[in-house]
């Protein structure tokens, strides 16, 4: 990171004639669009668009950040611009570890890619513990509908009014809050709750130990084993 002296008590970063008062740290498995959303909202809607326009970036391509599994040229001087290397956006803000696992494996069928999905527990753990709920990695993968730290099937709107939270359209995916803007708290939205003996969690399970190894290619034979014991018959393979 490329830290300079501080202002109003809080650390900045110089990029060429931008200042931001706070560079917000990336929380363990937030996903990038996630961090960029939070470096929006604390520092300004107009601080992030002249970031965007001193690296030439159309905001309009900016909802095109949020996972790194189609990286686009523009991504890569933005991560630049804020001291993070490819390779570690890759490892820790980001699906390609899973993909990567199985050799750019990606599911035929599956939900909406395009709605960013959570978990109404772990916006609480997260809020407790960081001070702010944030869009997780682990919750994006396509094949994922279950959290596999708490067996609660995500989310991916409001229990209340409806709203999907985040719908990436032409713009950077909106920061996950605790609160819907109708009011609801989103801490209780906790309608089902999903058996660990259950394949779905399982299936989570197994995608999130694929995650969290960054380096690790199975072969095809580990890969099948390791799913048998996740999921229990191979008459479950074909949720993949």
């Not at 937030?30 to 992030?48: P, V």
């Not at 819907?180 to 989570?204: E, H, M, S, W």
Request: glycine residues 4%; proline residues 6%; aromatic residues 12%.
């Amino acid at each position: 990171m490329r830290y300079h002296a501080t202002l109003f008590g809080f650390r900045c970063l110089r990029l060429k004639k931008v200042i931001f008062p706070y560079l917000a740290p990336y929380y363990p498995g937030e996903i990038c669009g996630s961090w960029f959303s939070r470096l929006k909202l604390h520092n300004t809607k107009a601080l992030w668009d002249a970031v965007l326009s001193s690296l030439d970036i159309n905001p309009s391509s900016s909802y095109r950040f949020f996972d790194l599994d189609r990286l686009r040229p523009s991504t890569l001087p933005l991560l630049d611009y804020f001291g993070i290397h490819i390779d570690e956006a890759k490892n820790n803000l980001s699906t390609v570890p899973f993909l990567n696992t199985f050799g750019d494996y990606r599911p035929i069928d599956g939900r909406n890619e395009k709605i960013p999905h959570y978990c109404s527990q772990c916006i609480a753990d997260d809020t407790d513990q960081f001070g702010e709920p944030y869009w997780h990695s682990v919750h994006q993968i396509q094949n994922v509908l279950v959290c596999p730290i708490h067996a609660i099937k995500l989310e991916s709107s409001c229990p209340s009014c409806g709203e999907n939270f985040g719908a990436k359209t032409k713009h950077l995916t909106g920061p996950l809050h605790k609160y819907c803007q109708c009011g609801a708290d989103l801490r209780l939205n906790v309608r089902q709750r999903i058996p660990r003996t259950d394949k779905f969690y399982r299936l989570a399970d197994f995608s999130s130990s694929a995650l969290a190894n960054p380096k690790v290619t199975w072969s095809n034979s580990f890969a099948i084993s390791y799913l048998l014991s996740k999921v229990g018959s191979a008459r479950n393979l074909h949720l993949l």
